[in-house]
């Protein structure tokens, strides 16, 4: 470039920079800017052959782009294309080459400073006459660098078109070049993170909305109810989103079930265990209103959904219809807990219901008759469950399982041994009532008053053993017996009042739990009993009569249970007795051995 006049080849250079770096800038691509560069270096600069060695991310060179004017026969340096050298290889070369700027040349006779593995290619170019002749074997460089000064690639050219070394025009002419190259390979490199960002976004949007996809057709069309609660803000527990299924479940509308939460569709008595379960993320089992009024039996599973970078987002509900399970349950418990002949509470579950009323600590001499009435706060005791108001009027069929407490000696899930008659407070101490003497003054074993005012309630227990059973039992057959049986334990649970457990220990004997009345109250009770039983009762079309004998006991803290039904069965042995009835000789024995 130098062998014409120096205006006109700064001119001419200027010129062809500008349409070089212009060409640089068009490219669209990564690729497309190593090429422009070589393109640029041969056909702007003056050069037969350039090559463009790129950085890849694990540090080392690999040829990336190699242009030359004219095709060698050998195939020329395009041999060199993906050819790799190591980092400290280069590192080396550059190094050792003389600095002309920010140029590096190698002169042939530093040949050893080329590593074996550092690509590289030497033409069959004339052999230089003058000191300042190109040779075949030298070498001039240019390392391209980022703004922050890391190495992006080196841009190699060979043979100069003159013949000689370039001079200090085209050298700076390089420079200007490499350093436009470096930005428009920075810039290329740049797109191209940008373009792989774009198509991972755009590719991670996709998944993302697959995966909405799939979650919303899981959601709607999943077989158990399903339900999104918003967990902030001033909509905190609503839920802001259900499906069909939990539409079907409760019988209501989406748009209404929207405006809803779960705590206004809990049953009250299960509120605590959803506030429990919306809190720990869990489980619970409870029940939740219906369209039509009544309560539906279901499980929920709750799972909290967050978010990466603000935490908690929601909270998402499985909801499993648990009815016929629930239902399976209450009449397992209910098959374990009473007489399958007549729907009474069994013996175990007799025992049950006194060990929740007593406790082992007697109740102190002189205590208040205060105590007492707070222990009986309704006329009939306090409420317990359904199934106690089932068995107290002896029948299985219309149980309402889900049925408010009515009765006072519910099953014992979920009652702490010892808890008082109303069941949800301190513990009142059952007591023997007073007994009256002759001359006015209250007395009774094992308590007396101590100067307050007559404990006159207590817990009765009256236990009944039919007479004259045993006859009819062995005369017209055990359906027959059967059939009595059930009569009495009809005629029993009717004679009784709301809220007193009519029990059947096994064969013909019967047991009444009475809370809150006195001895006199109790008398009468045994009258009504016995008045209930007498009647004749129609049995196939034949006209049968039992009577029954009765004795009444009382349960008081302090007292085991063993010891209440035996006091009791003393009672009724001692009335047998005195009316001359038929005596067992062991007591336990049954007339009447099919229990059901």
């Not at 909270?315 to 002949?341: G, M, N």
């Amino acid at each position: 470039m130098e062998a014409e006049s120096e205006p006109y080849v700064r001119l001419a250079t200027l010129r062809t920079l500008h349409r070089v770096v212009a060409d640089l800038n068009a490219a669209r691509s990564l690729a497309g800017t190593l090429q422009a560069v070589v393109e640029g270096a041969v056909h702007g600069l003056g050069f037969d052959a350039a090559a463009v060695s790129l950085v890849r991310p694990d540090g080392d060179l690999v040829v990336a782009a190699v242009w030359e004017l004219e095709e060698s026969p050998m195939g020329g340096p395009s041999v060199l294309l993906g050819q790799v050298g190591s980092r400290e290889s280069w590192d080396r070369l550059l190094g050792v080459s003389d600095h002309w700027g920010t140029l590096r040349f190698l002169p042939y006779d530093r040949g050893w400073a080329v590593a074996s593995d550092i690509p590289r290619w030497i033409g069959d170019g004339p052999l230089p006459v003058y000191a300042n002749d190109w040779h075949p074997a030298d070498g001039l460089l240019a390392p391209m660098y980022s703004a922050g000064g890391d190495l992006l690639g080196v841009l190699s050219v060979d043979r100069p078109r003159s013949g000689k070394r370039p001079g200090a025009w085209t050298r700076e002419a390089l420079e200007m070049f490499s350093l436009q190259a470096s930005i428009a390979i920075g810039n290329a490199r740049l797109r191209a993170e940008m373009q792989r960002a774009l198509a991972r976004l755009e590719k991670e949007q996709q998944a993302l909305r697959a995966s909405e996809e799939s979650f919303r057709q899981a959601f709607e069309y999943a077989p158990s109810g399903m339900a999104i609660t918003e967990l902030h803000g001033a909509g905190r527990g609503q839920l802001t989103r259900v499906n069909d299924a939990l539409c079907r479940l409760l019988g209501r509308p989406r748009a209404v079930l929207r405006q809803q939460s779960f705590a206004d569709l809990v049953h009250p008595e299960d509120r605590a265990l959803l506030d429990r379960t919306s809190a720990e993320s869990g489980r619970a089992e409870l029940r939740l209103s219906r369209r039509d009024g009544g309560y539906q039996w279901v499980c929920l599973r709750n799972s909290i959904v967050a978010d990466a970078a603000e935490g908690p987002s929601f909270l998402l509900t499985h909801v499993e219809d648990i009815e016929d399970r629930k239902r399976h349950e209450f009449q397992l418990a209910h098959r374990a807990s009473h007489d399958a002949l007549t729907g009474l509470p069994n013996g175990a579950e007799l025992k049950a219901r006194l060990g929740r009323r007593l406790c082992a600590q007697p109740q102190p001499v002189g205590a208040a008759a205060g105590q007492v009435e707070a222990a009986y706060p309704q006329p009939y005791g306090y409420p317990a469950d359904s199934y106690s108001a089932h068995a107290a009027h002896g029948g299985l069929e219309g149980t309402d399982p889900y049925a408010g407490p009515v009765h006072g000696y519910g099953l014992s899930e979920g009652l702490p041994t010892g808890v008082g008659p109303a069941g949800y407070g301190e513990h009142v101490h059952a007591v023997v009532p007073a007994e009256y003497g002759p001359g006015g003054d209250a007395w009774s074993a094992p308590f007396r008053s101590g100067g307050a005012a007559a404990l006159d309630k207590g817990l009765a227990v009256l236990f009944c053993d039919l007479d004259g059973f045993k006859s009819i039992n062995d005369r017209f057959g055990h359906n027959a017996g059967d059939a009595v049986l059930v009569e009495v334990a009809r005629r029993l649970s009717q004679a009784v009042r709301d809220g007193d457990t009519v029990a059947r220990l096994g064969g013909d004997e019967f047991v009444v739990l009475a809370d809150g009345i006195g001895r006199e109250e109790a008398k009468d009770l045994a009258h009504r009993l016995r008045g209930a039983i007498i009647p004749p009762m129609r049995i196939d079309g034949r006209a049968m009569r039992v009577g029954v004998s009765l004795g009444v006991g009382w349960a008081g803290c302090g007292m085991s249970i063993e010891e209440v039904l035996q006091t009791a069965d003393e009672r009724m042995y001692d009335e047998k007795r005195a009316r001359g009835g038929a005596v067992r000789g062991a007591r336990g024995e049954r007339s009447h051995r099919r229990a059901g």
